[in-house]
């Protein structure tokens, strides 16, 4: 069980990594010109570095750590996406990320083949 919740909290720090470091990336894109562009995009590319350092700290199998990952990231993406863009998710969103959550739940706790 501890072993579970270690990973939860890493996967809820990577992802909070990789959403908020893809979000400076599209702000120095979309949002910035010239020299303005460059902060956001090297902060971004940090913040992406330590998201895939901080995923690959979890105690288990890549293969399973990806699914949870996957749901962990879909709730997050919708906080950083409604927090920096306030993008609201529709109905199309929530059911597909229904589907994306259980579907990360069957590959990281499914026991079909053993």
């Known amino acids: 069980m501890i072993r579970y919740l270690i990973v939860i909290g890493l996967l809820i720090v990577a992802t909070t990594l990789e959403t908020t470091g893809d979000a400076l990336v599209r702000i120095g894109i979309y ?9 956001p995009m090297i902060l971004g590319a940090i913040l992406l570095f ?7 700290l979890a105690p288990l199998p890549f293969e399973r750590v990806v699914g949870l990952y ?12 409604y927090i920096t863009f306030k ?8 059911c597909g990320g229904g589907l994306i959550i259980i579907g990360g739940l069957v590959v ?7």
Not at 50 to 56: D, E, P, Q
Not at 87 to 94: E, F, G
């Open 31 to 39: 949002d910035r010109v010239g020299f303005n562009r460059l902060m």
């Open 87 to 94: 993008s609201i998710p529709n109905l199309t969103i929530l």
């Open 50 to 56: 330590g998201y895939g350092f901080i995923l690959n």
């Open 108 to 114: 990281s706790f499914g026991n079909f083949s053993e």
């Open 70 to 81: 996957i749901a962990t990231l879909f709730v997050v993406w919708q906080i950083v996406s």
